[in-house]
């Protein structure tokens, strides 16, 4: 019997989202008390059964906590459209088939990021203190966050591959989704202590992309250079002030580098090498 309730109270927390919605504060209590029962029988096992090692509770209900969240990411994943468009109150044409397949946007991933946070937030705010008993061995926030980020990682890094040769969107678009993925890292994986050692993979998924926006900028570079070089002969060489011993042209055309050279600090690339590659590369367009 005893066998019976453990495992009847591991099914019932491995779908918690389920069977204790956050929005009702009665379930969340009953939550509280599903944990404190596994405890309970952890105690009983351990000094009435005397059982060596019978199951820890925390480690039960860190079990049970990263098999829900898998199956929610899964959720999320397979019906992105339907839940954005409930939760944000937001029309969206799925004749389009804006989906992690579609080639020719990037919307969906942006949508999931929004979708995965909100639920990374809940189990901060919502389950968190419920299920944060055992502090020094279970903190659901960080479970949450690892989990969606994993998944969330594998899904994205497949699906720019798929992007590499064709690059079928605009490079702008990449660069959003890249500053969408920094600032998804930076706000609740950075912190959690299985990454804080660990240097981010996901600038390399978008190195090809951001090489690709360089390329582009390059011959932008060289179009404003040429043009700006005709203007000024037509205008004879005109000094942009009495102060300056340069041309208005040849100031904007350093300032459109400059701008360049800003977006990629904004970067922060926490990979010194791709940083490094980005920075040779633009070197090469001021050269």
């Excluded at 969606?148 to 660069?175: I, N, T």
Aim: proline letters at 4%; glycine letters at 2%.
């Amino acid at each position: 019997l005893l066998d019976q309730l453990h495992n009847s109270l591991r099914i019932s927390l491995s779908v918690y989202r389920n069977s204790f919605p956050a929005s009702q504060n009665e379930k969340l209590q009953d939550l509280k008390s599903t944990v404190d029962l596994l405890t309970s029988i952890t105690f009983f096992r351990m000094k009435v059964q005397e059982l060596s090692s019978p199951p820890r509770a925390s480690q039960v209900v860190k079990e049970c906590a990263q098999a829900c969240m898998q199956t929610t990411y899964q959720f999320l994943y397979d019906n992105v459209n339907e839940l954005y468009s409930r939760q944000y109150q937001e029309n969206i044409d799925t004749a389009a088939d804006d989906n992690s397949n579609n080639m020719k946007s990037l919307e969906f991933w942006h949508r999931l990021i929004t979708l995965v946070v909100s639920i990374i937030e809940e189990d901060k705010k919502s389950y968190g203190p419920v299920l944060n008993q055992f502090p020094q061995e279970v903190n659901i926030g960080h479970i949450s966050s690892a989990c969606m980020w994993q998944r969330f990682g594998e899904d994205l890094k497949a699906s720019l591959e798929q992007h590499v040769q064709a690059k079928p969107c605009k490079s702008s678009d990449y660069m959003n989704l890249l500053f969408k993925a920094k600032w998804f890292y930076n706000k609740y994986i950075s912190d959690v202590p299985t990454f804080k050692s660990v240097v981010p993979d996901y600038p390399r998924w978008f190195e090809p992309f951001i090489m690709q926006w360089l390329n582009e900028n390059d011959d932008v570079s060289m179009d404003y250079l040429r043009n700006a070089y005709e203007r000024d002969r037509t205008d004879g060489f005109e000094l942009s002030s009495d102060q300056s011993r340069f041309s208005t042209s040849v100031v904007d055309v350093f300032t459109q580098l400059s701008q360049c050279l800003e977006v990629l600090r904004k970067l922060e690339c926490p990979d010194s090498q791709i940083q490094a590659n980005f920075m040779q590369r633009f070197s090469a367009t001021v050269s």
